[in-house]
């Protein structure tokens, strides 16, 4: 019988596969299908926004969530429209997120595929593409950590393999053995960039060399294909964890978006690709294997278009999505049940490190799903050695040393928080977060807003001047993230605060910054409690008391008002902010009326950081109380320099009794 495929290079083989389940796969692929065709239309009509199309790339998105077990994670991009449909999730969900209803997944904060749903184990992207590799990561590591034979597919078309995160996540999950299929739809343009703009290897394939990893490439459009080389390699994976890279070569037959078109793409190319159409060659395989007759045909569609045109009639009728400031605020951060644990009489005069080392390590004997990782972190202990010993007394799988790869570790804690474990990252330097500053202000920040997804994340900062560490190493930048909602910011000044406030903000299931100024770790001593205790977040403590004027700081800042109040004897309120986000308003607006001067003292330089916020503050509240400006004082606009003198006359510190007599005197 001759064929009535287009393409006959696709050989389809049905070995191993009943009838039953070879019209399951069609009715699998031709579903998505039928929901973008019918979207084309609702997006001419101007009833939805935008539309992604993924139109002759159904059989990978089927494949691969067939060959996946229903309790192993999934993280789609904007193109995979079958992964959602092979779960099964209801249709009129999906619409209703499409058009921004509060039905769908997000309460209309976002469009698109931009959502997860931990129901259905699918987590969706952010438009910055690459976090979804090491988020992937972090979800196989905490299925590595309770020793499950589970794996987590993980999808990126080949422009995406252009971003770093593609070769931190690709390196990080080889030296750790993360059981992941990288799943690399190479459909031959990113946007209008050809592939051979894109990389100059052959395949992409290939690069799995470069990581030690195993890799395969398969045929896109054929669903047999990829269903029965997924399956065969998620099996093995299951059973020897391993990441693996999969190539499924492939084509986009609409444009980027509907709006960007196909008029760069050569007429030949289309025409060869259309040929190779995976619903349509498989379809006339069905009808040449005499296993979908003309009349299963007409029933199967006409039941996916009546389930689709209901759905459609559902996500229609709900209506426009409305809400309040107050509902909105709510869902910023995840709620907590913080119960404070308060500290025993039993203490120990200790350096701030040492109250920051003896937190981690209560903490990581409180949480046992708590993981700790960083640079260096294991034999070496840090390079403050803070978890000097830990390795020892945890193991391997839970101090982790990484490469050197910041942006990568934060989407693997990230991952690790969705499968339901803690993290601690140590930035070796707090300067280093701008090597992974996306998934910080675009997952950490967001997720919860967005879909529900807290980051139960610590990352610790090693941040500040005044130890001669130049231009790097020496930061203070609080107030890139105090700025951002969804992000919790705390920056104690002495030991019993270290060790508390890092407690409580690991038990917080919210996303934590926790600023640990450098030059106070080994200057500063305090009795600390010895056993485990927690400190709130959110209330300032005032650590000194006069009536001529109010100092708000923190950090290092603390200790130079104190030097500064003592040596000159001034009567001051000296207020410890303790964390910047939450913030303590409340103790601020009660002493600057009492005494009528504000001080706002920063280590950071001054234009755009937390103190200009915290004089807007005070005006807008305090204004008919105040007996002069706010005086702001910060350190001088230039980097950090590293020669002691410059650092000196860098520093806030060196104009601060000045400062504070100008405004004694105004």
Not at 352 to 362: C, H, I, N, P
Not at 413 to 424: D, Q, R
Not at 629 to 635: A, D, L, N, W
Request: hydrophobic residues 40%; glycine residues 8%.
């Amino acid at each position: 019988m001759k064929s009535t495929q287009n393409n006959p290079s696709l050989v389809f083989n049905r070995k191993g596969y009943t009838d039953k389940q070879l019209i399951d796969l069609y009715k699998a692929i031709l579903k998505p299908r039928l929901i973008e065709e019918k979207m084309l239309i609702l997006l001419r009509q101007g009833k939805i926004s935008k539309w992604f199309s993924g139109i002759g790339q159904e059989a990978i998105s089927v494949g691969i969530t067939k060959a996946l077990n229903f309790d192993e994670y999934i993280l789609p991009m904007h193109r995979n429209l079958g992964v959602f449909t092979t779960r099964n999730i209801p249709l009129h969900q999906l619409f209703s997120q499409w058009q921004g209803k509060k039905g769908g997944f997000t309460k209309g904060r976002d469009r698109s595929f931009h959502f997860g749903t931990q129901k259905h184990k699918i987590i969706g992207m952010i438009s910055h593409l690459g976090p979804q590799l090491g988020i992937a990561n972090g979800i196989s590591l905490a299925n590595l950590l309770r020793n499950e034979k589970k794996l987590c597919a993980v999808f990126s078309g080949e422009g995406g393999t252009s971003e770093g995160d593609f070769h931190e996540a690709l390196n990080v999950a080889a030296v750790w053995s993360l059981p992941v299929l990288f799943c690399i739809e190479n459909n031959g343009y990113g946007l209008s960039t050809p592939s051979n703009d894109q990389f100059k290897c052959k395949n992409i394939a290939d690069k799995g060399i470069g990581y030690g990893m195993e890799s395969h490439i398969i045929e896109g459009n054929n669903i047999l294909e990829v269903y029965s080389k997924v399956n065969e390699i998620a099996k093995s994976v299951r059973k020897s964890p391993r990441p693996v890279l999969l190539e499924f070569k492939t084509f986009r037959m609409r444009g980027h978006e509907e709006a960007s078109g196909t008029k760069y793409v050569p007429k030949e190319m289309l025409d060869f690709w259309a040929s190779k159409d995976p619903i349509e060659n498989y379809h006339a395989f069905l009808k040449d294997e005499q296993i979908l007759s003309e009349k299963l045909d007409v029933i199967i569609k006409e039941e996916l278009l009546l389930e689709i045109s209901e759905n459609l009639k559902e996500a229609f009728s709900e209506p426009e999505i409305h809400s309040t400031i107050e509902e909105e605020l709510a869902d910023v951060y995840t709620h907590t049940n913080f119960i404070e644990i308060t500290p025993s009489n039993k203490t120990s005069n200790i350096r701030f490190v040492d109250a920051v080392s003896q937190g981690l390590k209560q903490s990581m004997e409180r949480f046992n799903n708590l993981v700790v990782m960083g640079q260096d972190i294991a034999e070496y202990g840090g390079v403050f050695k803070i978890t000097d010993g830990f390795l020892e007394a945890f193991g391997k799988e839970r101090v982790r040393n990484t490469p050197i790869c910041e942006s990568t570790i934060i989407e693997t804690a990230f991952g690790l928080s969705i499968n339901g474990y803690k993290s601690v990252v140590e930035l070796q330097f707090s300067d280093f977060i701008t090597s992974g500053f996306n998934p910080v202000i675009n997952l950490l920040a967001k997720s919860y807003y967005r879909w529900g997804q807290n980051s139960d994340t610590v990352l610790r900062m090693p941040c500040g001047a005044g130890v001669g560490a130049g231009p790097f190493h020496s930061q203070t930048n609080e107030a890139w993230f105090t700025k951002t909602p969804g992000l919790k910011v705390v920056y104690p000044a002495f030991p019993y605060d270290a060790k508390g406030l890092l407690t409580t903000a690991i038990e917080d299931p919210n996303p934590v910054l926790f600023f640990e100024h450098k030059a106070l770790y080994r200057s500063i001593y305090q009795e600390v409690p010895e056993d485990y205790y927690t400190i709130p977040f959110g209330k300032a403590a005032i650590i000194e008391k006069g009536l001529d004027l109010t100092i708000i700081t923190y950090g290092a800042g603390v200790h130079w008002a104190l030097d500064e109040v003592s040596k000159h004897h001034i009567s001051a309120d000296i207020i410890d902010l303790r964390t910047l986000q939450p913030l303590d308003t409340e103790t601020i607006y009660t002493s600057v009326k009492k005494t009528g001067k504000a001080l706002v003292l920063q280590e950071d330089t001054v234009f755009g950081g937390i103190a200009s916020d915290i004089s807007a503050l005070i005006t807008e509240n305090c204004f008919q109380f105040l007996d002069a400006p706010v005086k702001r004082v910060g350190s001088i606009e230039t980097p950090i320099p590293f020669a002691k003198n410059l650092e000196n006359l860098y520093l806030a510190k060196s104009k601060l009794y000045t400062e504070i007599l100008d405004l004694l005197n105004y």
